[in-house]
């Protein structure tokens, strides 16, 4: 389905984009079915055929309104009121099949259509906390702060310079600045990752322009807005006389259709189970579905989600530090700051029930790390000393980790994750992250987890070292988003590895 929409429709920035059009889709075609067989059910609307039509209809109308909420950017409140308003609409058909014909008989019409009805409502009611809670449209310099939606006089619309006729002259003279009216507005909004970003939005919708990097305040978002408002419309353009070298690609930029060394085999095991696994070209296995489906369909759709995500999916890069999000041995959450010579510079010192609480938590240690009073240095029962960071309710939100012979090491420690927690990266859960972990045997792993927790892949065997792992992630990256897909009873491409990426998959190259 994202493969179809992006060939037939446009390039989506979500998959959620995706899932919301054809639910939107489905849900009209629903209709369109329901109506039908409502009308072929004369002159008997209370047979079976017309309670499926009313039925399909009424589901219709929800699938129609859920769709565009699915495809908008809602923040977690308003997606789980739209849910749960599908949820109690989605009951009063199922009550609806129950009652049916008799419900105005027996009196259950008036409170089945008031429950349908209420649970429309909240479909609605979650949608239009778009403007409230998710997306904030930001207004030009010296325009009223409180206008939602803004046009933006201060950006022009650069249209190609007619060319002149022969005959005709040549104006030499330089046109006066004169603001054209705007046809884009920038919008400032709160991403999935916690992060904020801007973007220029033409009125059809199209994104022209966007910030291509996250900030971790509302404010320095706005600030790198106006530096863009500032600057843009007085910035030279370069005209270069000579090709220009093309970057390299990213060592994980996946291959173009045609290109992939890996393929997806989707295969039944022993217990009658399918799964897929990722077969390179070399024969080794890159990577498998941790987990069995009931039916082969299940199982292709599995793959085509992995292939819709995978491509964008981050992982964490330590350069020279990051923020770790992982969960440990009890199943609770936690954080720790690493650097990359492997060493563990803080931690949070507790576990937490969900990983956005451990991620709310390495926002704080980077909000109190520099405040003087939020840190405490202390001699424990050992005779040795260590430091941790309060919050402002008395909370411990994180520690060094390890005591130190002297107060100073205490000290210098705390220098330390001042000079790098500011700057240090963590990973992005949007739409789908690599987790890279180490398990009971000391290997390292690595899972592609969505962002509603759920594990899409696996590495499906352990590596030595980290840099195994990562050149594990890697390989998927390159090869899952445009692989071939081979079903029972087909083979597998195999071939000796004389390219590229000869050798890969096979644990620490």
């Not at 040795?384 to 100073?408: H, K, P, T």
């Not at 992630?473 to 009873?489: F, M, T």
Request: charged share 30%; glycine share 10%; proline share 5%.
């Amino acid at each position: 389905m994202v493969r179809w929409y992006r060939n037939r429709i446009a390039q989506p920035t979500t998959n959620d984009e995706v899932y919301g059009y054809w639910l939107f889709v489905f849900g009209i075609l629903l209709g369109i079915l329901g109506i039908l067989l409502y009308l072929t059910s004369y002159p008997d609307p209370g047979s079976i055929t017309g309670e499926g039509g009313i039925a399909l209809a009424a589901i219709s109308l929800v699938l129609v309104m859920i769709g565009p909420v699915v495809r908008l950017p809602l923040r977690r409140t308003a997606t789980l009121v739209s849910y749960a308003g599908a949820f109690v609409a989605l009951l009063a058909v199922v009550w609806f099949l129950l009652e049916y014909p008799g419900w105005r008989d027996s009196g259950m019409a008036s409170p089945i259509i008031t429950l349908y009805a209420f649970g429309l409502v909240l479909i609605a009611v979650g949608a239009a906390l778009v403007p409230v809670i998710s997306t904030r449209v930001v207004p030009p310099e010296g325009e009223a702060p409180d206008e939602e939606v803004v046009d933006e006089t201060g950006i022009e619309d650069l249209e190609p310079e007619p060319v002149p006729a022969d005959d005709e002259p040549v104006d030499e003279e330089p046109v006066a600045d004169q603001p054209q009216e705007s046809k884009a507005r920038f919008e400032l909004y709160e991403d999935r990752g916690g992060k904020w970003r801007w973007r220029l939005r033409h009125r059809n919708g199209n994104i022209i322009a966007s910030g291509g990097q996250g900030y971790s305040s509302r404010q320095k978002a706005r600030q790198g807005l106006q530096s863009v408002q500032k600057n843009a419309s007085g910035a030279e353009l370069i005209q270069q006389e000579k090709e220009v070298e093309e970057p390299e690609e990213p060592a994980d930029a996946p291959y173009p259709p045609g290109e992939s060394q890996g393929t997806f085999d989707v295969y039944e095991d022993a217990a009658g189970e399918y799964r897929w696994r990722l077969v390179h070209r070399n024969g080794n296995i890159i990577a498998d579905s941790g987990e069995g489906y009931t039916d082969q369909d299940e199982a292709e759709d599995a793959v085509e989600r992995v292939q819709g995500y995978v491509g964008e999916a981050d992982y964490l890069r330590i350069d020279p530090t990051a923020f770790e999000v992982y969960r440990d041995a009890a199943d609770e959450w936690r954080w720790r700051l690493l650097h990359r010579n492997g060493e563990i510079l803080a931690d949070c010192g507790e576990g937490y029930s969900e990983r956005t609480s451990a991620q709310d938590g390495i926002e704080s240690v980077r909000r109190l790390i520099d405040e003087e009073d939020a840190v405490e240095i202390f001699e424990d029962a050992a005779g040795e000393y260590r430091w941790r960071l309060v919050a402002e309710n008395d909370e411990i939100v994180a520690d060094g980790g390890q005591g130190f012979a002297s107060e100073r090491g205490a000290r210098d420690s705390v220098k330390r994750v001042r000079q790098y927690a500011p700057e240090a990266s963590a990973l992005d859960y949007s739409d789908a992250a690599f987790e890279l972990y180490e398990d009971n045997a000391g290997e390292y792993r690595w899972r592609l987890r969505h962002e509603n927790g759920n594990i899409m892949g696996d590495s499906g065997e352990g590596y030595a070292s980290r840099t195994g792992a990562i050149n594990g992630i890697q390989s998927v990256k390159r090869n899952a988003p445009n692989g071939e897909v081979a079903l029972p009873g087909e083979a597998v491409d195999l071939a000796e590895g004389d390219g590229p990426d000869a050798g890969e998959g096979t644990g620490d190259e």
